[in-house]
């Protein structure tokens, strides 16, 4: 069980991290863009580190606040639940 979750968490992570790419071209071609909502539940879910390493890849949503204080508060929410699931699954 845990190393399913340890592949859902890297999968998540991963496609945060794509997501943020893919914005950042959405901005540049000035398309519809991807939420910052959707953002911030992903980081809740655990994929925050993700899109922090994907904004910092990218150079995007580096400077905006209050996203990026919003981003900040729920890796770590994220990272608490991750840290509980582990916790859980290891009995």
Do not use: Y
């Not at 910092?56 to 204080?69: D, L």
Request: hydrophobic share 60%; aromatic share 14%.
């Amino acid at each position: 069980m845990l190393e399913n979750l340890l592949w859902i968490l890297l999968g998540l992570n991963l496609l945060a991290f794509l997501s943020i790419g893919a914005d950042k071209l959405l901005a540049v071609r000035r398309c519809r863009r991807i939420s910052e909502r959707r953002f911030l539940w992903a980081a809740a879910l655990g994929a925050g580190v993700g899109i922090l390493l994907g904004a910092a890849a990218f150079r995007h949503k580096t400077i905006k606040q209050p996203f990026r204080r919003w981003l900040w508060l729920w890796t770590v929410v994220g990272l608490f639940w991750v840290g509980a699931w582990v916790r859980f699954a290891r009995g």
